[in-house]
């Protein structure tokens, strides 16, 4: 299984056997260039060490990283080096992250800083991305703009369709990528000419703009012409040969025993991490190895040509040469092989060596290349040469010959042969294939497609030795592919030989088995073509992802203008720029220290000892703190929370990756080494405990539910009756900035850098768990890099653990977790599973609604929302009777917390469930049924009177009086289904896919419309403490409120409030950071609250400020003086021209947002892959206070629901708990190429709050549930799918709707898989 890269390569490797050192020259230095300035790297730096590290050694910070594993794109660069065979000068975007720094030698690196800033201008790209709104937390924009300047320096011109291929590697949480797409969709090669780089890259001054970047395309070779060197560094030596006969001598000097390792881009290292090694080679200075050429019997490229390139001269052929059509196939699919920038820095040969060194990766271009027929030279020390298949290579050990793989050949095809690829994935880009396979027979057209010799027929993502269905390809050998026999014949051969191995981490070996027999059976339909029953025929292809658009539609409400002005986030450019600073990008302050967590390597046991001496004696280590350390109390809840939550195990631990203390060291490469050398044993290990179904073992801790009118009643006047249940499996938050706090002690206590989304509880946690005064501690919070949930109390498992150390060792300590320890550490969206029962009488009307949800809480229940769920599930719906009871488990996994929406969405999409289930059994139209059980006008709304109280006393006050229900005067909701059912065209494409599902066996679509509900709930106490203050001298306004700036644009609008209420111009606004000073006592910024009751408090202290200079205009007759005029007289008099508010007792209004969703996909049954062809969502948002900022809300909600809904899936360890899904190579978010194709958001006409802020409504949350549209859309094209197979009736869709699930509900049976 792959290892994910844990950076642990900065590790010092001990045992070290170096090469006989041969005729290289031992190097002094190595040189890079960074946006223009050349900077000389340590020869003896660490092979291991990436060129992302040295940038952030410079103060680079503005390349970003996530996950340090080549898998979300933060970390994009742009390279320019030399192709030491040709002398072009190469430039594409890369990862930082997978480069090594010792191979950078000499090249050119373009990051984020070199293209513009606040002082020289923004580039181009910074600011169209800003100006489409395209960055919202900005944590992903660095990478974004670095990997569209990748491609306009790579191409010299571009299409839309290329623009969106090539965002393939980047990951964004926040925005759902439209207008990442549509901005740099919009870039023109005219603009990019135009637009200069703050650098020049020759100078290293500013740029001017004049030079021509094709004048340095090409560098004469000789010029350039590498010597053989050697870096010796500290453990290793570093062998960069410089041509054919240096590698051999190399090789040939190697000692016995000595452990090598080739490089070319080093990718591999993130896919299976296997530590360090005596000596390197890096081989791309050797020319030969960089080498295309074009000869009689094929297409040569060398071992170093990167995968990119290749697909770039097999694009050529394909077209240009005879022989080469079948290399379109290969192209097509190589889209979906890793990212671009991994394919701009990887090479062919680097992925064979890795699929040679780890049997069991399904390697793409292995699997191909074999289909392919292409033939792989490699050489021996000696130089002789040898030529190989794909298999006769596989079958090679490369290591113990010292063997080098020189080049391939890719011979031409003969058009009688039909080639194709498949590659079966979970998203659409940049992961792995769960089966990929490559089939060539050569057909006899004439003769009923009867197959002429043997047929190819091979496959990946079996197991490690499986690669030829031998007993497949014999079935089909000579017999006509027309013969339904042949077929079922060929089918059960596959059956019988195919064996998959059985990993947690792959889907089922059903579903393997079952794909492959479907990949074959797509083969065999697309060679006989109309010899098949045109309902068979769409088996055939592939599904086609259309190019994306988007459109977006809000008022414009002018007459408020900068309230409710469409403009980007105040801070969009500085971000796009990699100039917004972060807690984990903040430089590092003097004598900093690095905090690493120790964590349990068991779920469930005692903890019998903790000895850190071996670490404590390891150098740069200074402490190792633990439970002991802890002055205060070990609770890192604050406030009033029921039950504690330690911030280090004491006794027992009860999940795999528990942190057990903190080991604090000098720089973070020394923490990992450490982190393993602290010893801890176990003993009564105990099973883990790893799902609701195994919890459920013992009694749950049940809720008060939610009961309205009588259900035994409501079920007695039922007709029809339906129970069933759906779970609903949890979601890592992936906000892109891990948990991160720096804590700094001064003379007056701890100043504390927090990525928290309540500052306040963060600082109550820490003076808790220190025991120290609240006072002496002052959170500053200036943004986060997203969080959606995961830093409302979370956070402070690094808050705390950091500033325990810093009391400890007195010293500034900072915590910032690598991905993987924050996705093992930190705690998830809890799952869930529904029980239900439902009545409804003969026309369908609700009668009763019975449902248990239970959530899982992890190891603590102290973050549960199915308490808050139960009074979700209404909806927008009514039904006299109710009785929803919450239930929560405990399990052996991390502490599940919040995210984005907790509880209503849960609520909300069961619900959605329980009508679609009444809708099949009652044979109506889903939708019909939703209209008929509407809520009328002047309906009421449960009120979760608990959560209400329990927030209320977290914020001092005793909730006495409160309303059991919430009155909706008018439901919006029918107006609003009758508005999209018009402008997404409903009535009609709903009969275009009917007849597409009646004509097509193997594609099916589904179109499903969703209404929502959802209650936006203010606690009658959620203070936000906001701050405004008038510069005397300049009129210039400075703002600071309690909330987190995370992405969700609270800044943006609250500094539109500010000019609004001020009459000032937006830009004399500045919005300062959140701090527990200032901001005293602020609420958590969640669940909607932070921007809307920020923008509340905002609003207030502008209209108390302006109140009292209006009376001082009019007292001193000052009505045509200009606004800087008026405050310096006003404060010149004395007059307080500052102000703060806090709001009070039920300030702050609830009320319910509406929304509607259409959604339409298109499902490839054969496999479970699917499309979501269009969206529509109609959002009621009131009257926006910043439309942009609520587009972009909705759209990244949707998608993270999407996310939620289909792929993002947590996967465990059953022997230790371990979540296996703890980086990007398991979990896959959805990227840029999963979204809805055709994404249409419109704000709700003229629909102004008469309670909300600014008569607006919130937009960050509910957007999430309408996600359960796709899942309602690919219920109808399963159910097709399942009619056509003779099933009809309900059928349970547990969520995510991987890909695996939705064919196996799919009912593909093998006896099925015929030509007529
Ligand atoms: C995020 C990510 C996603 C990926 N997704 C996919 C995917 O979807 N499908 C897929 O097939 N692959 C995928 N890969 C694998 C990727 O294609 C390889 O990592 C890459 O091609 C390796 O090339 P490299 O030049 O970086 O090799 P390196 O990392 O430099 O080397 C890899 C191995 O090959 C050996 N090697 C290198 N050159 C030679 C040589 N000349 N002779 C003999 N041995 C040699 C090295 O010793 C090493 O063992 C992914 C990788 C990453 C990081
Ligand atoms: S940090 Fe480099 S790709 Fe994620
Ligand atoms: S803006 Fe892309 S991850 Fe936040």
Not at 158 to 165: F, G, K, L, P
Not at 256 to 268: H, S
Request: aromatic share 8%; net charge negative.
């Amino acid at each position: 299984m792959p290892t994910c890269f844990r950076r642990e390569h900065l590790q010092v490797n001990t045992d070290i056997r170096v090469a006989k050192i041969t005729e290289s020259i031992m190097a002094s230095s190595v040189k890079i260039t960074v946006n223009g300035q050349e900077y000389e790297v340590d020869p003896a730096t660490p092979p291991s060490t990436r060129l992302v590290d040295f940038l952030h050694e410079k103060n680079l910070s503005g390349t970003h990283v996530t996950c340090y594993q080549g898998g979300c794109g933060a970390c994009t660069v742009v390279a320019s080096f030399v192709d030491p065979d040709t002398g072009a000068k190469n430039t594409h975007s890369i990862n930082s992250c997978l480069a090594p720094l010792l191979g950078c030698n000499g090249w050119e690196i373009t990051t984020v800083e070199g293209l513009g800033n606040r002082y020289d201008g923004y580039h181009v790209i910074q600011e169209r991305l800003a100006e489409f709104s395209g960055t919202q937390c900005g944590y992903c924009s660095p990478g974004m703009v670095m990997n569209m300047y990748g491609l306009t320096q790579s191409s010299n011109t571009w299409t839309a369709s290329q623009v969106e291929q090539h965002l393939d590697g980047n990951l964004c949480r926040c925005t759902g990528y439209r207008p990442i797409l549509d901005a740099f969709k919009s870039i023109t090669v005219e603009d990019i000419e135009d637009s200069h780089l703050a650098r020049c890259p020759k100078t290293g001054q500013a740029c001017r703009g004049h030079c021509d970047k094709k004048e340095n395309a090409k560098v004469p070779v000789s010029d350039k012409k590498a010597t053989p060197t050697l870096l010796q560094t500290k453990d290793s030596a570093w062998h960069q040969p410089a041509s054919l006969q240096d590698l051999y001598n190399i090789l040939a000097g190697l000692e016995e025993g000595t452990t090598y390792r080739f490089v070319c881009g080093d990718t591999a290292q993130a896919v299976y991490y296997s530590g360090s090694y005596d000596v390197y080679i890096y081989t791309r200075h050797i020319p030969e190895l960089s080498r295309v050429a074009q000869a009689e019997d094929g297409v040569y490229f060398g071992a170093n040509v990167s995968i990119s390139r290749v697909m770039q001269e097999l694009d050529t052929v394909s077209s240009g040469r005879a022989g080469y059509a079948y290399a379109k196939e290969l192209v097509k699919n190589w889209h979906r092989v890793a990212s671009t920038s991994v394919r701009n820095l990887g090479s062919w040969a680097g992925n064979l060596g890795l699929k040679l060194s780890h049997k069991e990766f399904p390697s793409d271009i292995f699997i191909n290349l074999l289909g392919a027929g292409a033939v792989v030279t490699t050489a021996l020390p000696t130089g002789s040469t040898s030529t190989h298949t794909l298999e006769e290579l596989l079958a090679l050990d490369l290591q113990k010959e010292r063997r080098v793989i020189l080049e391939m050949r890719l011979p031409p095809m003969s058009d009688e042969v039909v080639f194709r690829v498949f590659k079966v994935m979970g998203r659409w880009t940049n992961t792995h294939a769960f089966v990929n396979a490559a089939m060539a027979f050569r057909v006899d057209k004439a003769n009923a497609h009867t197959v002429v010799g043997k047929p190819l027929v091979a496959y990946g993502g079996i197991n490690p030795t499986f690669v030829r269905a031998s007993a497949t390809e014999a079935a089909l050998e000579g017999k006509s592919l027309e013969d339904e026999g042949v077929l079922q014949a060929a089918m059960q051969a596959l059956a019988d030989e195919i064996k998959p191995d059985n990993l947690p981490q792959d889907p089922a070996p059903e579903y393997r088995i079952s794909v492959a027999q479907t990949l074959l059976y797509k083969m065999v339909l697309g060679i006989v073509g109309s010899a098949a029953s045109s309902t068979v025929i769409s088996g055939a292809t592939d599904l086609e992802r259309p190019e994306s658009s988007g459109q977006q539609e809000y008022d414009q409400n002018t007459e408020t203008w900068p309230l409710g002005q469409p403009i980007p986030k105040l801070e969009a450019r500085m971000q796009c720029a990699g100039e917004a600073e972060y807690v984990n990008t903040m430089a590092p302050v003097s004598e900093e220290l690095f905090g690493m967590f120790v964590t349990s390597t068991q779920a469930n046991a005692r903890i019998a000892s903790v000895d850190p001496s071996a670490a404590l004696a390891m150098p740069d280590v200074v402490a190792f703190v633990g439970v002991e350390d802890i002055k205060g109390v070990n609770n890192i809840m604050a406030f009033a929370w029921p039950l504690p939550q330690k911030l280090f195990a004491e006794d027992r631990v009860s999940y795999y990756g528990q942190p057990i203390g903190l080991i604090v060291t000098k720089n973070r490469g020394a923490a990992y080494g450490a982190r393993e050398a602290v010893k801890v044993t176990y003993d009564d290990i105990q099973p883990p405990v790893l799902t609701i179904e195994d919890a459920l073992q013992k009694p749950p801790i049940k809720g008060p539910p939610f009961a309205q009118g009588d259900v035994q009643a409501g079920f007695a006047s039922s007709t029809h009756v339906f129970e069933g249940a759906m779970s609903r499996d949890g979601q890592y938050h992936f906000h892109m900035e891990s948990q991160s706090c720096l804590v700094v002690p001064t003379d007056i206590g701890l100043d504390v850098y927090a990525s928290t989304q309540w500052a306040s509880e963060t600082q109550r946690a820490i003076g808790q768990v220190l025991g120290i005064p609240d006072n002496t501690i002052n959170v500053t919070v200036k943004r986060l890099g997203g969080a959606f949930g995961a830093k409302i109390d979370q956070c402070n498992i690094v808050a705390t653990a950091a500033a325990v150390a810093a009391q400890k060792v007195r010293k500034p300590v900072r915590v910032a977790l690598d991905l993987d320890a924050n996705m093992t550490i930190i705690g998830w969206r809890e799952p869930y599973f529904c029980t239900y029962k439902v009545g409804v009488d003969d026309s369908g009307v609700l009668q009763a609604v019975q449902a248990t949800l239970t959530s899982d809480a992890g190891n603590v229940a102290v973050d549960t929302s199915s308490p808050d769920a139960v009074y979700c599930m209404t909806s927008c719906y009514n039904c006299p009777n109710w009785e929803v009871t919450p239930q929560v488990v405990l399990t052996n996994t991390s502490c599940n917390t919040w995210c984005r929406t907790p509880g209503t969405v849960e609520g909300v999409v069961f619900m959605e469930n329980i009508l679609e289930h009444v809708a099949q059994g009652m044979g109506m139209d889903p939708l019909e049924l939703r209209r008929k059980n509407l809520m009328p006008d002047g309906g009421t709304r449960p009120l979760n009177q608990g959560m209400i109280r329990l927030r209320s006393l977290i914020a001092g006050k005793e909730a006495k009086w409160l309303a059991d229900n919430l009155t909706v005067p008018r439901n919006l909701i029918s107006d609003m289904i009758t508005q999209i059912l018009t402008s997404a065209n409903v009535e009609e494409r709903k009969q275009i896919v009917a007849n597409y599902n009646q004509t097509n066996l193997w594609k099916k679509r589904g179109l499903s419309v969703m209404p929502l509900l959802w209650p936006y709930a203010v606690a009658m106490t959620m203070p936000f403490n906001a701050m405004v203050s008038v510069n005397a001298r300049d009129g210039t306004v400075v703002v600071s409120h309690g909330g987190s700036e995370m992405g969700q644009g609270i800044n943006t609008k609250v500094a539109q409030c500010a000019a609004y209420e001020l009459g000032v111009p937006l830009d004399t606004v500045a919005v300062r950071p959140s701090n527990t000073h200032a901001n005293a006592n602020s609420e958590v910024t969640g669940g909607c609250h932070g921007s809307d009751v920020a923008s509340y408090n905002v609003t207030q202290a502008c209209k108390k400020l302006r109140a009292r200079l209006d009376a001082f205009i009019e007292e001193n007759g000052l009505v045509d003086n200009s606004w800087p005029e008026v405050v310096l007289a006003a404060f010149n008099k004395g007059v307080d021209i500052c102000e703060r508010y806090v709001n009070g007792w039920d300030e702050v209004k609830s009320y319910p947002v509406f929304a509607v969703a259409c959604t339409e996909v298109e499902l490839d049954v054969l496999t479970g892959q699917f499309l979501v062809l269009r969206t529509d969502i109609l959002e009621d948002a009131g009257k926006s206070m910043s439309p942009l900022v609520d587009v972009g809300q909705v759209e990244g909600a949707y998608v993270m629901g999407q996310g939620l809904f289909t792929v993002e899936k947590p996967l465990y360890d059953h022997d230790t708990g371990r979540r296996i899904t703890d980086g990007t190579w398991y979990y896959t978010p959805p990227a840029a190429l999963d979204i809805p194709a055709d994404f249409r958001v419109s704000l709700l006409h003229n629909a102004p709050n008469p309670v909300g802020v600014q008569s607006s409504k919130v937009t960050g949350e509910p957007p999430l549930c309408l996600a359960f549209s796709v899942v309602m859309a690919l219920r109808q094209a399963v159910a097709s799918a399942r009619g056509d197979a003779g099933v009809t009736g309900w059928f349970q869709m547990d969520t995510p709707l991987t890909v695996d699930t939705l064919q196996r509900l799919c009912l593909v049976d093998s006896s099925r898989l015929t030509i007529k």
